[in-house]
């Protein structure tokens, strides 16, 4: 039966939603690194290595109803969650002897879980910024409503504004203005001229009036504010900067004094904004892209007010949508999740507020969460798996045979000087000031953004806090930063499938060991390589070293643009650019890696038939195995410069010559070509 939920009915179909959605949690099955089962032997491993190594996990996991994505990585993310479920749990309950930061991350985990009071309050909780755009009356004062929607609300509005390093001058830390303000997934929702991108931009339409219908408005309001909000982030997309451009730090550099800014947008009051969010002076910013603020002033000089109005009411909506009663969170899933993603089910409750807490509290609650799952002696270990790479990846650079003695200085200081973040931080976020209520859901939201956007903004002229995680200790991923120049691995990631000290150092270097390789290589990508040791954009390539790296990334652009995410639709070789030389890289160096370790000891034996070398391979490809839905591989290849799983693993194979020779491929065979790129 489907029910259609519509405005009258708003609480009567609550039930419904929570009956999906509150299904009582099972203990998801830990995954494991090197699966035997997921190998299909009827596949050959010369011709589709990914089919060989994933071929029959594929065939065994479908996508769970709830999953757009569905591999390795998804089910550790769901291993995770489910252990930082079980600490909030325990958190949540009012026992007096919670410390006082389980009481914190309890009590915000407990707002959130507490439906009932969350449908009983309706839209109420949204009532005060709704007020403070009704009450804006003169389009001069578009800045100060701005800032009051940042700083009181937590609410982004038409930019983005913040503090971050100077890309020339990574120790200074400086004001930023940046493109936003758009509520599609990227800037080509709005202008590719395909069928299906417009129906999205016809189904976002008729979001955006149900939305508003369910904030109270008439079915006739609702209609043209949906229209109004449209017009004016059609707009905004003209003028932003597209992803792929968005990769060259020169083209997100422009230094301007606040004067130079005020010239550009004339009809926006910079100084009422600034003070607004109480931002410290400054005499230049970093204006990444000053084309989008020439588009931004366009449109407050001739959208009307009402218009600015819609747009504005619409921001707080959606930024909202989740946390409000089931009929705005059904309907903002129906349209972002299914629609745009193909995602048949909405996760449990307890899901999305495990993964909200983590957002909001994630040091917090981060910190206990290792004292239980990330010990001493799995860091240590870590520490001289990431040894072993470093010395790979300077043999790497030693050997290379197209770059001269000169540039192989300068990329082996700049190997030197990567700073190693494992596990968590030293220094974890004191989060005394931020408040927290048990009985405030949207509050709690809304707080911990302003709490996120303060900290940032106070940065401004202070000295950089090198120690600083850009991701929390239960995070399933990895990150290199260019100004930081560190590699940074979260606990969350520090497990099976990628790191598990059971299995044989194979395994290891084949899993993690390809995940530092990577994050290393990104040092040296088409992004990275732009940045020297210190974190500064300087070119330390010999003019002639440059053109050679480029000839070599123009391979992997060329060869990536081939590979298809869906039939028909190929991948941009060169958005997945940085994403497919660290993969390339940190196969290579893993490999050399392993085989250095391998060679102190005797020789080490076939294990479930399988050499050392291909059992690397194998836990590399495995890594991988995964499911997508469609509709998400179609929005990942405008959104995501990572490419799928399949071309992530052969893509890489095929680039080099140890995985031929490891499975005996005749060469010429499709992972064994006679031509590969090479740039690492
Ligand atoms: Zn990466």
């Given at each position: 039966m489907k029910v259609v939920c519509t405005v009258s009915v708003l609480f009567m179909c609550s039930w419904l939603v929570q009956a999906q959605s509150n299904v009582a949690p099972v203990e998801p099955k830990a995954p494991q690194s090197f699966d035997l089962t997921a190998i299909d032997k009827t596949a050959d491993p010369c011709t589709d290595f990914y089919q060989y190594a994933c071929g029959n996990w594929k065939k065994n996991n479908p996508i769970p109803p709830d999953q757009v994505k569905w591999g390795q990585f998804a089910q550790l993310r769901e291993r995770n969650d489910w252990l930082l479920y079980k600490e909030l749990e325990a958190a949540a309950a009012?026992?007096?002897?919670?410390?006082p930061l389980e009481q914190k991350y309890g009590d915000f985990y407990a707002a959130c879980m507490n439906t009932e009071l969350v449908n009983q309050k309706g839209a109420a909780p949204l009532q005060s910024t709704l007020d403070a755009i009704n009450a804006f009356?003169?389009?001069?004062?578009l800045a100060t409503v701005l800032a009051t929607l940042e700083i009181r609300d937590g609410i982004s509005g038409a930019f983005a504004f913040g503090v971050a390093q100077d890309q020339k001058d990574s120790q200074k830390q400086i004001a930023q203005a940046g493109q936003g303000g758009l509520g599609l997934p990227d800037r080509d929702y709005y202008l590719l001229d395909n069928p299906r991108m417009q129906k999205i931009r016809q189904d976002y339409i008729a979001h955006m009036s149900r939305m508003f219908q369910l904030a109270g408005d008439t079915q006739e309001k609702a209609a043209a504010e949906a229209q109004a909000v449209m017009a004016i982030e059609t707009a905004l997309a003209q003028g932003s900067m597209s992803r792929t451009d968005r990769r060259d730090p020169a083209k997100r550099y422009h230094i301007m004094t606040l004067a130079d800014l005020e010239k550009l947008t004339p009809d926006f009051h910079w100084q009422s904004y600034l003070h607004g969010i109480d931002m410290g002076t400054f005499q230049t910013l970093n204006v990444s892209y000053p084309q989008f603020f020439t588009a931004l002033n366009a449109q407050i000089n001739t959208q009307s007010l009402e218009t600015w109005k819609s747009y504005l009411r619409w921001r707080a909506i959606h930024d909202a949508a989740r946390w409000l009663p089931d009929a705005f969170v059904e309907e903002n899933f129906k349209f972002y999740d299914t629609e745009l993603l193909g995602q048949e089910e909405i996760a449990p409750r307890w899901k999305r507020c495990t993964q909200a807490t983590d957002e909001g509290l994630g040091e917090a609650v981060g910190q206990d969460w290792v004292k239980k799952y990330f010990s001493p002696e799995k860091k240590a270990n870590m520490l001289t798996l990431v040894s072993a790479l470093e010395a790979a990846l300077h043999q790497d650079i030693e050997q290379l045979?197209?770059?001269s003695d000169d540039t192989k200085k300068k990329a082996l200081e700049k190997l030197a000087l990567i700073r190693n973040k494992i596990g968590y931080p030293e220094h974890w976020r004191d989060y005394s000031t931020l408040e927290v209520k048990r009985d405030d859901l949207l509050g709690n939201i809304a707080r911990a953004s302003i709490f996120e956007d303060r900290r940032n903004l106070k940065k401004l002229g202070k000295p950089v806090d090198e120690t600083e995680w850009g991701m929390t200790p239960p995070t399933v991923n990895a990150y290199y930063s260019p100004p930081f120049n560190d590699i940074n691995f979260p606990a969350g990631i520090l497990q099976p499938p990628f790191y598990d000290y059971s299995k044989d150092a194979a395994v290891n270097f084949g899993g993690i060991g390809v995940v530092i390789g990577h994050e290393m290589t990104h040092g040296f990508d088409d992004q990275g390589s732009k940045y020297d040791g210190k974190g500064n954009v300087a070119e330390w390539q010999t003019a002639e070293d440059r053109k050679a790296f480029t000839e070599r990334t123009d391979c992997e652009v060329k060869e990536y643009g081939g590979f298809e995410a869906v039939p028909g639709l190929k991948l941009n070789g060169q958005l997945t650019l940085g994403e497919n030389t660290a993969d390339n890289g940190g196969l290579r160096i893993a490999y050399t890696a392993l085989m250095d370790t391998l060679a102190k000891d005797a020789p080490a034996p076939e294990i479930d038939g399988y050499t050392p070398a291909q059992r690397f391979f194998l836990a590399f490809g495995q890594v991988w195995c995964s499911n997508v839905r469609e509709q998400a591989a179609r929005n990942y290849v405008l959104t995501d410069p990572h490419s799928p799983g399949n071309w992530r693993v052969n893509g890489a194979v095929e680039n080099f010559d140890q995985f031929g020779k490891a499975f005996g491929c005749k060469k010429g065979a499709p992972m064994y070509p006679e031509n590969a790129c090479r740039v690492w």
């Open positions: 009012p026992n007096p002897k919670r410390t009356s003169n389009k001069k004062q045979p197209w770059m």
